[in-house]
């Protein structure tokens, strides 16, 4: 059956998606570091640009993000759970982004100002159509050429309308098989999967230069020169956490400042005292507890 002629086809596309990854992967990993996180993002939406997607990394990042500023207070409970609180008025507060407000608006529903972080869990569905919120606001920005969302849309309707058009004409034409059948569904499940791929990391020059930035700085996250890090301020390790948490570049973060002097610690609090050695550990209970069931595990980058 895979011998008939039909069957190129769909192994050329096959070809073609390979293709687009190894390029993803090697601009991936052919960076130059960059010292300071670009201008104009915020972490959440650096974990979105350089991934494309958004998880419950991203959340938690978010919410490191707004207690590293002092918006908000983390405590851990005794359950287990994190009581998150809002310690300031934040309607007015410069700086906030799209998923920011949300996350602050969730804290503040019914009026509460504290709430635990578990009621902050949802499903793969709300991810997703908060990727689709915030995919919208960078494209607004130039950084993707079309919303994401629209060109999932319109790549599904075209792999339907390819296998249909294709099994159609080929019994018009009395010319159908078995073969071309197969063929013409795979093409279309091809295309149905690409859809859904690739228009989350189908960037704009704009788009793709900034991605590039930011790999660079998760590059200089990943491997931190000490020398550099003894001319930064003490503040560095928690101001750039919340990047090294949405980069996928936590523990490789954390381990640059193992035996170190670092500023203290003022935006998380436990029964016991919480150190460097004992932030990883706290950041990933906060991803347990957030992470929808189910739901893809984003790698660490090693």
Avoid: C
Wanted: proline content about 6%; cysteine-free; overall charge positive.
């Amino acid at each position: 059956m895979f011998a008939h002629p039909a069957w190129l086809v769909p192994l050329g596309l096959l070809a073609v998606v390979v293709a687009l990854w190894l390029r993803r992967w090697v601009a991936s990993h052919a960076v130059r570091a960059v010292y300071t996180p670009p201008a104009g993002f915020t972490p959440i939406e650096a974990g979105v640009l350089v991934d494309g997607r958004f998880d419950t990394q991203d959340v938690v990042a978010g919410i490191v993000q707004l207690a590293v500023r002092g918006i908000v207070g983390l405590e851990r409970m005794a359950n287990g759970d994190v009581l998150m609180s809002i310690k300031r008025t934040w309607q007015n507060e410069p700086g906030l982004r799209t998923a920011d407000i949300a996350i602050l608006a969730r804290i503040y529903a019914h009026g509460d100002s504290v709430r635990p972080l578990s009621e902050f869990k949802g499903d793969a569905k709300d991810l997703d159509d908060i990727f689709d919120t915030l995919a919208q606001t960078l494209t607004e920005k130039g950084m993707f050429s079309i919303p994401p969302s629209a060109a999932r849309r319109l790549g599904r309707w075209g792999a339907v309308i390819v296998s249909a058009s294709w099994i159609q004409i080929s019994w018009s034409f009395g010319v159908a098989s078995l073969s071309s059948t197969g063929a013409a569904l795979a093409t279309g499940l091809i295309l149905w999967g690409l859809a859904g791929w690739y228009p989350r990391r189908f960037l704009s020059p704009t788009g793709q230069r900034a991605r590039r930035d930011l790999l660079g700085f998760r590059e200089f996250l990943h491997r931190a020169e000490r020398d550099r890090l003894d001319r930064m301020p003490p503040d560095t390790l928690h101001k750039l956490l919340p990047w090294a948490i949405a980069l996928g570049v936590t523990d490789a973060w954390l381990g640059r400042f193992s035996g170190r002097s670092v500023a203290p610690n003022e935006w998380y609090s436990a029964p016991t005292p919480i150190g460097v050695a004992e932030l990883s550990g706290e950041i990933k209970q906060m991803h347990t507890i957030l992470r929808p069931r189910g739901a893809e595990e984003r790698p660490a980058r090693r």
